[in-house]
């Protein structure tokens, strides 16, 4: 009889970090990926699983300010630190990211779209007012299977616009 290799048993802990500017606390096992935690076990629905390896960003999150994969950020990582999600983002949706993704019709299928949100939403933090190159290198490791990219790149010019309050034109 050939006996199955030992799994390590990680007993939960309570982890408590902040989550979308509230204090959360959650009891878990301190290896389970941040998204488990926040689609399973808070019942936030807005971050998508979509490859389980960090390789498409459909699971994109703010961690301490910066855009990363939930799926391959375990949650004892989090501890103490604040989390944003695409739901925390705007508590209506009236982020200028946001409002101009449906200005502009950006996804087709949308799986994708709130990882691409929070990664343009990073950006934005970072760079104020990004160009083309700086929008490409940014958002090149979030995957679009519908090939909206330039409707993408289209929607974070116009957020741009709107916070800066340029018309549309005045910067490309």
């Known amino acids: ?19 979308n500017g509230k204090s959360t606390t959650v009891d878990v096992p301190p290896d389970m990926p941040l998204l488990w935690v926040l689609r399973d076990v808070l019942n936030l629905a807005g971050t998508k699983y979509g490859c389980g390896t960090g390789q498409c960003g459909a699971c994109t999150v703010h961690l301490r300010g910066r855009a990363v994969r939930a799926c391959q950020t375990p949650v004892a990582n989090v501890a103490g630190a604040p989390v944003v999600t695409i739901e925390g983002l705007s508590a209506d949706g009236s982020h200028p990211l946001q409002k101009a993704w449906e200005t502009l019709d950006v996804p087709e299928c949308g799986y994708c779209q709130a ?14 007012n990004p160009t083309d190159a700086d929008i490409d290198t940014a958002m090149n490791a979030n995957l679009c299977r519908c090939g909206t990219y330039i409707r993408i790149r289209q929607g974070i010019h116009h957020a741009v616009r709107s916070v800066s309050g340029t018309r549309a034109g005045d910067v490309k």
């Open 1 to 19: 009889m050939v006996s199955q290799p030992r799994v390590p048993y990680n007993p939960p802990m309570a982890v408590t970090f902040t989550l």
């Open 115 to 128: 990882g691409q949100i929070m990664a343009a939403a990073a950006l934005i933090a970072a760079r104020p």
